[in-house]
């Protein structure tokens, strides 16, 4: 379970190792691998029209960008406990929502932030239009946002728990 501030990444002490843990692997084995990838199509010769090559550099810059993603994910981490149970909707909770106050019409999702967080459920940043709109509220209540479009949506808050990752 995650939580964000402006300037803090709310984390569990799960959701903290598994960043941890990926964070070592990538500085460590995973960096080795694609500098050893790199050196090998570096050895078969003319580096412009050497796909290989170009590959490996491209594999390495997405491993130095999730490095420094998890670098500063973890440097704002505050580990902490999943919230309570207050029915709020709050960073940390799973919300369920209906659009328009339609029962068939529904959606499911975590009010916080992904990294930590496993699994398919959709994720809305509190600071999101939808996040926003529906931090505060309680089950049984209308919450409305502004689209992208600059309309405004209606939702009814049906269920909010405690996401326990």
């Not at 049906?158 to 996401?163: N, S």
């Given at each position: 379970?995650?939580?964000?501030?402006?300037?803090?990444?709310?984390?569990?002490?799960?959701?903290?190792?598994?960043?941890?843990?990926?964070?070592?692997?990538?500085?460590?084995?995973?960096?080795?691998?694609?500098?050893?990838?790199?050196?090998?199509?570096?050895?078969?010769?003319?580096?412009?029209?050497?796909?290989?090559?170009?590959?490996?550099?491209?594999?390495?810059?997405?491993?130095?960008?999730?490095?420094?993603?998890?670098?500063?994910?973890?440097?704002?981490?505050?580990?902490?406990?999943?919230?309570?149970?207050?029915?709020?909707?709050?960073?940390?909770?799973?919300?369920?929502?209906?659009?328009?106050?339609?029962?068939?019409?529904?959606?499911?999702?975590?009010?916080g932030s992904r990294e930590g967080v496993a699994g398919d459920l959709e994720t809305y940043s509190p600071q999101s239009p939808l996040g926003s709109g529906v931090a505060g509220k309680r089950r049984g209540d209308d919450a409305t946002y502004e689209l992208?479009?600059?309309?405004?949506?209606?939702?009814?808050?049906?269920?909010?728990?405690?996401?326990?990752?």
């Open positions: 379970m995650t939580q964000t501030s402006d300037n803090v990444t709310w984390l569990t002490q799960a959701a903290y190792d598994q960043l941890r843990a990926e964070l070592e692997h990538l500085s460590g084995p995973a960096r080795a691998e694609i500098v050893a990838k790199i050196e090998e199509a570096r050895q078969e010769g003319d580096l412009k029209e050497n796909a290989g090559y170009h590959a490996a550099r491209e594999d390495q810059g997405k491993l130095e960008l999730r490095i420094r993603q998890l670098n500063q994910i973890l440097e704002t981490a505050k580990v902490g406990e999943a919230p309570a149970d207050t029915g709020v909707v709050a960073p940390g909770m799973v919300v369920t929502i209906a659009f328009d106050g339609d029962p068939d019409d529904t959606m499911t999702f975590l009010l992208p479009n600059g309309r405004t949506a209606k939702v009814k808050v049906l269920d909010v728990k405690p996401y326990q990752g």
